[in-house]
């Protein structure tokens, strides 16, 4: 057991590495060379489209609204990763951590725009008439490369049961049983009822239950987050100058912090920027492929804000509170986060602790969906509702066990499950750039035969 975990241990370097970051943020400055910089020229528009209520014309064959889709995709996305994870990156890397985690959010959302293009334009019909999309999808109908689906599916549902269940599970029953003393049995109990209450009925449910809780999870942490910034506006100059100061020259020791180079900022930002949205690991894409849109990119553009909202908003609201206050404390993930609200204000760490269990619970949401329609892949509907189930029981199981072996083996198959995505993206990229022509044409109304010639 002591080998294998060795192996995984290196696995988990591996996946992670400097390579892999590479390819992740390269193919987001791919996409944005190809498609002209959009998710900066559209971001207004974007941002209308999904925020802002109305009649959607082109609203065709799917399971949920735009909306819906798109607060299905943030359940999974807006997790612990935007407070531990955040609070890691700046602990590790120093404050300059928190710029690479800006360039990795901006450059990401091409690629999540990208990935959603191709998710509504390869999606299927199953056998219960419900949308099925994501990679394995646009990787074998785009491709042809049946094999390199079946691998991304099976990576998505055994990475779903790790970082999109256990993991979350046993973080809330930890805030809460520190923070109320309430047993993790009974954490465990609470959180799997409500998680079956709302799985067992399938998208349609959970659309409607994140559609009324993202947002009010959302606005409750900013508004705890804005609260502390505005109270001490005089600090926010200096924090932003030592975030770019520090992502271009090293990180002197301080305090309880041991130093950073460059690197350290760069790696620890780009890699917990990634883990925060998701941006390139294929699971957004799932939720996307449900959407009521007539056309792919309509989706795509709503698609592309979660990566905005989860990253550019609320990742740096969670760490301009912490380099404000405590950066250099020597504490690390959500301790960090939590000791930095309480000195923002008293009863700060009330708000990190809610702020902990409705970002998880609404993560195990989101990732029961992406392991389903994996499974659904391989096995077809049959074995959607045995893992359902399955998916159930594992949030109590998470509650109780020790995880440093289900973290790390999760947290490398969430990593492998980019590989088969990035290289779906980069051979498809031709065909988000035709998407794209294809429907600002029609928009401003030229043929879109126009553009080709």
Same mark, same amino acid.
């Given at each position: 057991m002591e080998s294998f975990m060795t192996f995984i241990n290196w696995l988990n370097g591996l996946v992670w590495g400097p390579y892999m970051l590479f390819l992740l943020v390269g193919t987001g400055v791919l996409l944005t060379i190809m498609l002209r910089g959009l998710q900066f020229t559209k971001l207004g528009h974007s941002l209308y489209l999904a925020l802002?209520?109305?009649?959607?014309?082109?609203?065709?064959?799917g399971d949920i609204s735009n909306f819906e889709a798109l607060m299905t995709a943030l359940s999974a996305t807006v997790g612990t990763g935007n407070i531990a994870g955040v609070a890691t990156a700046i602990a590790i890397g120093g404050p300059g951590a928190l710029f690479w985690m800006w360039v990795t959010g901006l450059v990401g959302m091409a690629t999540k725009?990208?990935? =959603? &293009? !191709? /998710?509504v334009k390869y999606r299927v019909v199953d056998e219960n008439g419900e949308m099925a999309g994501g990679p394995m999808y646009y990787i074998s109908r785009g491709l042809g490369?049946?094999?390199?689906?079946?691998?991304? =599916? &099976? !990576? /998505?549902?055994?990475?779903?049961?790790?970082?999109?269940?256990m993991v979350q599970s046993h973080s809330v029953a930890d805030a809460v049983y520190s923070t109320f003393g309430v047993d993790k049995m009974v954490v465990g109990v609470v959180l799997a009822v409500l998680t079956a209450m709302v799985v067992l009925g399938g998208i349609k449910s959970i659309g409607k239950v994140t559609s009324v809780l993202i947002p009010v999870m959302i606005l409750?942490?900013?508004?705890?987050a804005l609260f502390i910034i505005c109270m001490n506006l005089s600090k926010v100059p200096g924090a932003i100058a030592l975030v770019l100061d520090s992502a271009f020259n090293p990180t002197a020791a301080s305090g309880g912090f041991a130093g950073a180079?460059?690197?350290m900022a760069m790696r620890f930002g780009v890699a917990r920027g990634v883990f925060s949205n998701e941006s390139g690991l294929g699971s957004a894409p799932i939720a996307a492929a449900a959407a009521q849109t007539k056309h792919p990119v309509n989706?795509?553009?709503?698609?592309?804000?979660?990566?905005?909202?989860?990253?550019?908003v609320v990742c740096s609201l969670t760490g301009l509170v912490i380099i404000m206050f405590n950066w250099d404390s020597g504490l690390n993930g959500a301790p960090l986060t939590t000791e930095a609200f309480e000195m923002g204000f008293a009863g700060g760490k009330y708000v990190v602790t809610i702020g902990i269990i409705l970002f998880a619970y609404s993560t195990i949401l989101g990732w029961c969906y992406y392991g389903e329609k994996s499974v659904e892949y391989l096995a077809g509907v049959k074995a959607v509702m045995p893992y359902r189930l399955l998916f159930v029981a594992a949030v109590l199981l998470g509650t109780q066990a020790k995880l440093e072996f289900v973290w790390t083996l999760a947290d490398t198959f969430n990593g492998m499950m980019a590989i088969p995505n990035l290289i779906g993206l980069i051979f498809l990229s031709p065909v988000i750039v035709r998407e794209t022509r294809d429907y600002f044409a029609r928009k401003e109304g030229v043929a879109p035969e126009a553009l080709r010639n």
């Open positions: 802002v209520k109305r009649k959607d014309d082109d609203a065709e064959e725009y990208g990935e =959603a &293009v !191709l /998710a490369w049946g094999w390199m689906g079946t691998l991304f =599916a &099976v !990576l /998505a549902a055994v990475a779903a049961f790790g970082i999109g269940n409750f942490y900013m508004g705890g180079t460059i690197m989706q795509a553009l709503v698609s592309m804000t979660q990566t905005f909202i989860d990253t550019i």
